[in-house]
């Protein structure tokens, strides 16, 4: 059945993709907050097709909804473009310095789009444990200041997309396991760099 417009002319095909990928990036803002872009992309195209390879010509629809280009999420890092073919980076796959991020991780802000940074964090966490995470967490504070709080919206929403909509329990656990200990990586975080603000004032004195 044909989708139409208010004044019932049939809908062309990009205008009601536009539409549901409107339709849906206000319902992950509802969930999760501001988004940079590339992460409302990376969001929606994971809900799709999780690590799963999908057309070029599906991510670009999807980017141009946004405002952008497949490019420019390829240039954050986010995604492997090649052969027709576009997937989602798994966290295993991006750069291992957070403090350093590779050209190709940098969003169009010039800082790590929030979708690399809560892999990070989703990363420490589930290899090292509660500190690890707590030390990424203050790398990522100072290349992109109040990122903690949308990383935890984002990976609650994660969690969200794994279990009840792509019902994968595996992917979703390591998005839980982090958000339940959330408290206390921030504690750990913040405990670590008031420790190391006193020992510069220190050596000031």
């Known amino acids: 059945r044909a989708v139409l417009e208010a ?6 095909v990009k205008t009601a993709l536009q539409f549901i990928n409107d339709e849906l990036d206000k319902f992950m803002s ?5 988004f940079d872009a ?3 992309f990376a969001l929606t195209w994971f809900e799709q097709h999780g690590h ?6 599906a991510a670009e629809n999807l980017a141009q909804a946004r405002n952008m280009s497949v490019e420019d999420v390829r240039n954050a890092g986010i995604i492997e473009s090649a052969a027709g073919q576009v997937r989602i980076l798994p966290r295993d796959e991006l750069g291992p310095d957070p403090e350093n991020p590779q050209p190709g ?4 802000g010039a800082r790590p789009a929030l979708w690399t940074c809560c892999q990070y964090l989703v990363r420490a966490h589930e290899t090292q444990g509660e500190g690890a995470a707590a030390r990424v967490l203050n790398i990522l504070e100072r290349l992109s200041p109040g990122v903690s709080e949308r990383a935890r919206s984002l990976a609650h929403a994660l969690y969200d997309v794994c279990e009840n909509k792509r019902h994968d329990a595996a992917a979703a656990m390591p998005y839980n396991d982090m958000v339940s200990v959330w408290s206390e990586i921030t ?3 913040a405990t670590t760099r008031n420790r190391r603000e006193d020992d510069q004032t220190e050596m000031q004195v």
């Open 30 to 34: 509802s969930l999760s907050g501001e």
């Open 105 to 108: 991780q940098l969003h169009r």
């Open 52 to 57: 799963e390879r999908g057309t070029y010509g």
């Open 7 to 12: 004044n019932d002319d049939p809908m062309p």
């Open 187 to 189: 504690h750990v975080a």
């Open 38 to 40: 590339e992460t409302r």
